[in-house]
T-cell receptor, first 113, second 115 residues
């Protein structure tokens, strides 16, 4: 059988509002971070990345903020749309630990029309 | 936009049987990966592959698992003798350069169900 899963934190927002999804990463040596979006039945889809020598990076409607002091990453989505509804994962890469990504537990974003 | 493709989308297998999951990475990518996601849980790293050999593997990737790049386009994950706890989504990913420089791009996965 399949294991009981983790309870995903859920963020519910109104269409058109801004969303902020947070992530606490595990390793202070991590030098590269990625946000992925995962829709039901699909694989993780790349949204935006940031290196540890930056504290902010902007994309189309998305902004990632990195606070290395407290090992915190956030994803801001402007003017949230129903199509943004998904589970969002942060992932970190630890240098000298190879090519693996370590994923966080995920946050479910629900957009109310 | 180029993408990673995986087949089959769903595989149902009896416990103890061998399964092969197939992936076609993005064509100019050099690094290949397998991850798994047990229902409702985190995505977990299994193995990375570069230059026709394993670069890293996790504790999950035991002797029952193997990977192969049989030709210039396919990348496969074999589970020799499946167990119930192998039931999960298996994702293939690829990247142009080593992790830490470019993002890994994921396929839509194979759902493996062990009976």
């Amino acid at each position: 059988g399949e294991s009981v899963g983790l309870h995903l934190p859920t963020l519910s927002v109104q269409e058109g509002d801004n969303s902020i999804i947070n992530c606490a990463y595990s390793n202070s040596a991590s030098d590269y971070f990625i946000w992925y979006k995962q829709e039901s039945g699909k694989g993780p889809q790349f949204i935006i990345d940031i290196r540890s020598n930056m504290d902010k990076r902007q994309g189309q409607r998305v902004t990632v903020l990195l606070n290395k002091t407290v090992k915190h990453l956030s994803l801001q989505i402007a003017a949230t749309q129903p199509g943004d509804s998904a589970v969002y994962f942060c992932a970190e890469n630890i240098p000298n630990a190879g090519n693996m990504l370590t994923f966080g537990g995920g946050t479910r974003l629900m957009v109310k029309p | 936009e180029p993408e990673v493709t995986q087949t089959p989308s769903h595989q149902v297998t009896q416990m103890g049987q061998e399964v092969i999951l197939r992936c076609v990475p993005i064509s100019n990518h050099l690094y290949f990966y397998w991850y798994r996601q047990i229902l409702g849980q985190k995505v977990e790293f299994l193995v990375s592959f570069y230059n026709n050999e394993i670069s890293e593997k996790s504790e999950i990737f035991d002797d029952q698992f193997s990977v192969e790049r049989p030709d210039g386009s396919n990348f496969t994950l074999k589970i020799r003798s499946t167990k119930l706890e192998d039931s999960a989504m298996y994702f293939c990913a690829s990247s142009e350069t080593r992790s830490g420089n470019q993002p890994q791009h994921f396929g839509d996965g194979t759902r493996l169900s062990i009976l």
